[in-house]
């Protein structure tokens, strides 16, 4: 049986991964605003960390807490995210969206093996700047294959069935 950890786990798309992958996969989930009652309703198999993603040094622990209770990890679903208008916490955008999935791959790449699996939940997301809103927020990203024993991108840079766009003048 697979380990799997999914970020953002206590509601949306995070949730639904987490209960499908319940039914045959050991599933550790972390939540911190939104307990995940509902979700643990359903599964009372799946581990629940309660983690601020948006404090990098929670990384190590979080991935402490799974290899202690299952002891193992072999997939990673980092589906948590922020979204922050504010200018006063838009630096959370960057913390929880892009330093916290390196900061969990960090940690879990000693404990991982060959086959493991990383999945990096990502989103577009344009916000226009109003009246009383002044981050323009556009985030753009794509999940890439990672090797587990070096953390080096593995792979083709683009999906074999991708073409090249040619120029026409």
């Known amino acids: 049986m697979r380990t799997v950890l999914v970020t953002g786990a206590a509601r949306g798309i995070g949730r639904a991964i987490a209960g499908d992958l ?3 996969h050991a599933v550790a989930v972390t939540h911190n605003t939104t307990p995940p ?9 799946i581990h629940a960390i309660h983690a601020d993603l948006s404090d990098q040094t929670t990384a190590p622990g979080i991935i402490d807490a799974v290899i202690a209770k299952f002891g193992r990890l072999d997939v990673i679903v980092n ?3 922020a979204i922050e208008m504010d200018d006063g916490n ?3 955008n960057h913390a929880v969206n892009v330093a916290a999935p390196m900061a969990l791959l960090t ?4 404990h991982q ?5 990383i999945v990096n939940i990502s989103f577009h997301q344009r916000h226009p700047a109003r009246q009383g809103r002044g981050v323009l927020f556009c985030q753009q990203g794509r999940a890439e294959p990672v090797d587990p024993r070096n953390g080096q991108r593995a792979g083709p840079a683009r999906h074999p069935r991708q073409r090249r766009r040619s120029r026409r003048n």
Do not use: M
């Not at 940690?107 to 000693?110: Q, R």
């Open 90 to 92: 838009a630096h959370l």
């Open 22 to 24: 319940a039914t045959d």
């Open 107 to 110: 940690a879990a790449l000693p």
């Open 37 to 45: 009652d509902a979700l643990l309703a359903e599964h009372p198999a």
């Open 79 to 81: 589906n948590a995210g």
């Open 113 to 117: 093996s060959a086959g493991a699996t």
